[in-house]
């Protein structure tokens, strides 16, 4: 099983519509992450979170609310999704110093 | 505020070498990050320089010039499966986030 697992992996909904990406993660890292993905632009962050208590918004947090139900579930909400969010989404995690990331494998969402 | 560039894509033969490069700029520095991705997936850490000069590590290499604020990643033998964009990442002054640049494309032809 992937350690870092989003659901669903391909999402189309119309404009107006809320919607829920979620991830969930074994790892048992206390850090996560979403990011969105567009083609030429590169990853970039969403919200983080570093604990269950703690959330922070990222370089595009705009349009977008997050929620931290526990230390392994990080859920990212479209509160009125418009076309211009359709994008590949990845949730990640990572601990200690270093800090790496450990990606889910994406939601791939469509906004028509 | 941080700012990556590399070149959008490279093309290279299977068996060859090639070097993808990063230029940074960033106000504090908490080291350097290359990921692997392909079309598609999830991107999966590669390497990770802090201080200068290179890390070898199997076919991949990482060199680290934070004085000139440059990096690039080595990759020798290159194989099909290589083929994938690479992404530069280097975290924000507090290092707990990060900002990754746009990634090369890079094909490895037969």
């Known amino acids: 099983d992937a350690d870092v697992t989003q659901t669903p992996r391909n999402r189309i909904t119309k404009t107006g519509k809320r919607i829920m990406l979620e991830c969930s993660q074994t790892?048992?890292?206390?850090?996560m992450y979403w990011y969105r993905q567009d083609p030429g632009l590169g990853l970039r962050l969403i919200y983080y979170?570093?604990?269950?208590?703690?959330?922070n918004k990222g370089e595009i947090s705009d349009g977008y609310s997050v929620s931290r139900q526990a230390q392994a579930k990080f859920s990212l909400s479209l509160e009125s999704a418009i076309p211009n969010q359709t994008a590949l989404y990845f949730c990640?995690?990572?601990?200690?110093?270093?800090?790496?990331?450990?990606f889910g494998a994406g939601t791939r969402l469509s906004v028509l | 505020g941080q700012n990556i560039d590399q070149p959008t894509e490279m093309t290279a033969t299977e068996g060859a070498i090639v070097q993808i490069n990063c230029t940074y700029q960033?106000?504090?520095?908490?080291?350097l990050f290359w990921y692997q991705q392909h079309a598609g997936e999830a991107p999966t850490f590669l390497s990770y320089?802090?201080?200068?000069g290179l890390e070898e590590k199997g076919r991949f290499s990482s060199f680290l010039s934070r004085s000139k604020g440059y990096s690039y990643l080595l990759l020798k033998e290159l194989q099909m499966k290589d083929s994938a964009s690479y992404l530069c990442?280097?975290?924000?002054?507090?290092?707990?986030?990060?900002?990754f640049g746009p990634g090369t494309r890079l094909s490895v032809l037969p």
């Open positions: 990640a995690t990572s601990e200690g110093a270093k800090n790496i990331q450990y």
């Open positions: 790892k048992g890292h206390d850090r």
């Open positions: 979170s570093f604990d269950v208590k703690d959330i």
């Open positions: 960033t106000s504090g520095f908490n080291g």
């Open positions: 320089n802090v201080l200068d």
């Open positions: 990442a280097v975290p924000d002054n507090y290092g707990q986030n990060f900002v």
